[in-house]
């Protein structure tokens, strides 16, 4: 039981790529929507540790050591929390 | 004695791998020069392979797959790589041995497609690449685990410096290695499934049916289409077993893709330490300025301004040696054969049909070089990136900046350069505006009309800059308009792009990029347009006019001219202009030949500049039976507006064709732009002669 609500709470603090600061470092948490499969391929996988570089229409992240740029709607689809 | 691979085809390697994790450079050290291009069966993906001679004196053949991040594609490119791997595509078998080429300072990022390689069940070996990366980055891989744990030889490789090639060499050796088993495990609903699916593909006679049966699973997309190796018994089966999977509430391809990812964590944990925190790399340090919202435009415009002044310029001299040497050809044949149509021919025909082509080789080459070079020191991704602002507003994505961008040398490898988009709706739109990018084959056609409506350098260059951004805006107009009737149902395309870090540009490999774009460049001059003027000139030489008449009215082309004129008039056009308006359909650089026989001129003169400025001189000096001139500047204007929106380019249609597998969008390209050139023409014309400008 604890353990659900626990998985629960950290489901509710997780927030979407989009919306996360610039300049921060996240963990992927999840990932919802059409493009899962090809996000998760090129690196957006869960647990992957994600430096957001740069905001707006187009984004830009590091992932392990690599930068990946990524439009809005694909970063919606990924669901961080701050690490 | 025949050829050892004629009699028995060599065993071959496929190198395969995340685009830029140095697998070219790899290809290229172990196999230097000897490479074999040509295309898969079936499909214009270039297939790129050579023959390497290992050194216990073993010969194989080494091919290298287009690079890609799954084995489930997301682009026609990667399509071949998983049809190769699984013995899909007809004519060519499966490798006896894959190498993974992976980046070592991204690992995490490519052990999934190692696994869905291994997968496969071929036998494979891992190549670590570019570890001066991972060192640079404080990145240690511990190579036994790592080879522990994926039951496969892993070998540390630095391809761009050859280290490592040699111990890569030396693990080419009969006996090939086994294919290793599957390494991770799913949960046991799926299992399950995949032993019973490939129970049932043994059943129905599939071979390699593990490797079918993972993937069949896997990937949702390969088991929906009809597929040439895979029956629909198969494909029956496959579909069963998942629906029985999703009743069960644990989809196939979340089961699959989890457990491989679960296995991946657990593999990278004891393999890979990094040690502190990670150090900002030259190329972080380049993108703070290339990738800021205000330095990064300026360093594009001056990037891209750049290219096109150094087109413009250095092409410049190469264009006179051309035309020297074409000058020398036909003062050549003129010495050797006598006076008549024979030397017309060759002379008017065959060399100046050459001329009119090749004379831009030399911009071409500069462009495809400019843009290989920007390609392979990293920079054109960010391009992509910064453009991606723009395109998006199109209906498009920074995905489409490169063959549009490469549309402006010539539209084909434009047009093949789509490949890599993964969204077939943008694909296709982008494809269809590409022959909008004014491509270079038009540059002589502005060259020779533009003087004749502005005066002096500057006010030249501006109008070439109107006409090219004309054609661009247009284009982008046209694609969100398009998007919005092609593929109404499919989300729009989305943006999803690796920026690799900046190298110096590996000038070999470019250099014979840029030869064979040069060469197919060379071969379309030699064939089409060969023909096309040989024919021209008969048209403009038979039949033979009476002693005393001019033999261009009594000509098939002039009476062509004629015919046409009703149709031309209302663009402000009479029948010489229709007529090589007419001629230049297939292939636009034809209209300054179709000109000069029109307006009577010798075409022996040696100097090209000289032929235009003939050219120009006849069409400013022609008047009307009143006096007035017949090709006043709105006449001019309107010819130069058909050029930049009229498909005339033959090959372009059937390449086009070929990338969509459909006459409808090919043909349909090539009715709707012509429609609309004469449309916009017709607009200019009468616009300027109801509002009084340039009549």
């Known amino acids: 039981m604890s353990e659900g609500l626990a998985e629960s709470l950290e489901r509710d603090s997780a927030l979407s790529l989009d919306q996360a600061a610039v300049g921060c470092n996240f963990q992927v948490k999840s990932l919802e929507g059409p493009a899962c499969r090809e996000l998760r391929e090129i690196g957006f996988c869960e647990e992957m540790r994600v430096r957001k570089i740069a905001g707006g229409r187009t984004m830009l992240c590091a992932v392990c050591g690599t930068r990946l740029a990524l439009s809005r709607d694909l970063a919606k689809q990924v669901r961080v929390t701050p690490c | ?110 052990l999934y497609f190692v696994l869905q390689v291994i997968d496969t069940g071929l036998p494979a070996l891992v190549v670590l690449n570019q570890m001066d990366r991972a060192e640079e980055k404080s990145i240690r891989i511990n190579r036994q685990v790592l080879s522990d744990e994926l039951d496969l030889p892993v070998i540390a490789c630095q391809a761009n410096t050859g280290h490592g090639i040699v111990q890569l060499k030396q693990a080419f050796r009969f006996p090939l290695p086994p294919a290793t088993p599957r390494p991770w495990r799913g949960p046991g609903a799926i299992e399950k499934s995949i032993a019973s699916l490939q129970r049932a593909l043994e059943e129905a006679g599939q071979e390699r049916a593990g490797a079918h049966a993972i993937h069949l699973l896997a990937d949702t997309d390969y088991r929906g289409e009809t597929r040439p190796l895979l029956s629909t018994e198969c494909l029956a089966s496959a579909r069963e077993i998942a629906s029985e ?67 413009f310029s250095f092409a410049e001299t190469p264009m006179g040696w051309v035309e020297s040497l074409f000058g020398a050809l036909k003062n050549m044949a003129s010495g050797m054969i006598p006076k008549g149509d024979l030397r017309d021919l060759v002379n008017d025909g065959m060399i100046t049909g050459m001329e009119s082509v090749v004379i831009f080789l030399p911009q071409v080459v500069l462009l495809f070089l400019f843009i290989g070079l920007l390609e392979g020191s990293g920079y054109m991704a960010r391009a992509a990136y910064l453009m991606d602002k723009v395109m998006s507003r199109a209906g498009l994505t920074g995905k489409s900046f490169l063959p549009l961008l490469s549309g402006y040398a010539c539209a084909i490898p434009g047009v093949m350069a789509s490949r890599t988009i993964n969204s077939p709706k943008e694909r296709l739109l982008t494809i269809l505006i590409l022959p909008w990018m004014s491509c270079a084959a038009r540059l002589p056609v502005y060259l020779l009309l533009i003087p004749l409506l502005v005066a002096g350098k500057t006010g030249q260059t501006w109008m070439m800059f109107l006409l090219y951004g004309l054609g661009t805006g247009t284009a982008l107009l046209a694609a969100w308009l398009l998007g919005k009737r092609i593929g109404r149902n499919e989300s729009a395309p989305q943006f999803l792009m690796e920026l690799p870090p900046y190298r110096l540009p590996d000038v070999g490999y470019v250099l014979r990029q840029v030869l064979g774009r040069a060469l197919a460049f060379l071969k379309k001059a030699g064939t089409v347009i060969l023909g096309i003027v040989i024919l021209l000139w008969a048209l403009g030489a038979y039949p033979k006019a009476p002693e005393g008449e001019n033999q261009l009215s009594h000509s098939l082309m002039g009476r062509i001219g004629e015919a046409i004129e009703p149709a ?37 003169e040696e100097d090209e500049e000289a032929v235009r400025t003939m050219i120009r001189e006849r069409i400013t000096l022609a008047t009307k039976e009143d006096g007035s001139r017949l090709y006043p500047p709105i006449t001019i204007f309107s010819l130069l507006v058909f050029y930049i929106y009229a498909l005339q380019c033959l090959p372009t249609t059937i390449v086009v064709k070929s990338e969509t597998r459909s006459w409808r969008w090919a043909l349909g390209q090539l009715a709707g732009m012509s429609a609309f050139a004469y449309l916009a ?8 002669r109801l509002l009084g400008i340039g009549i």
């Open chain 2, 1 to 110: 004695m025949s050829e050892p691979a004629e009699q028995s085809p060599l065993p071959k390697v496929a190198l395969v791998g995340h685009p830029n994790a140095g697998k070219t450079t790899l290809f290229n050290a172990l196999t230097g020069e000897n490479r074999k291009v040509s295309n898969y069966p079936g499909v214009t993906v270039e297939r790129t392979s050579a023959t390497l001679r290992t050194p216990h004196g073993e010969q194989f053949e080494v091919i290298d797959l287009p690079g890609s991040y799954s084995l489930s594609p997301n682009s026609p490119d990667e399509q071949v790589t998983r049809d190769v791997l699984l013995g899909g595509l007809q004519g060519e078998p499966a490798p006896d041995l894959v190498i993974c080429v992976v980046d070592a300072a991204s690992l995490e990022r490519h």
């Open chain 2, 245 to 311: 999977c999703n009743r069960q509430g644990v989809p196939p391809e979340d089961g699959i893709s989890e457990a491989r990812f679960h296995f991946i964590r657990r593999v990278i944990s004891a393999s890979v330490i990094e040690r502190g925190a990670r150090a900002q790399s030259l190329s972080d340090k380049i993108d703070r300025i290339a990738l800021h919202p205000i330095l990064g435009w300026i360093l594009f415009a001056g990037a891209m301004f750049s290219v096109f002044w150094s087109i």
């Open chain 2, 568 to 604: 031309v008039e209302p663009l402000g056009w009479d029948g010489r202009l229709g007529g090589a308006m007419l001629t230049s359909f297939a292939a636009r650089e034809v209209f300054n030949s179709s000109m000069a026989l029109s307006f009577s001129i010798d075409e022996e």
């Open chain 2, 681 to 688: 023409a017709l607009a200019v014309y009468q616009g300027g």
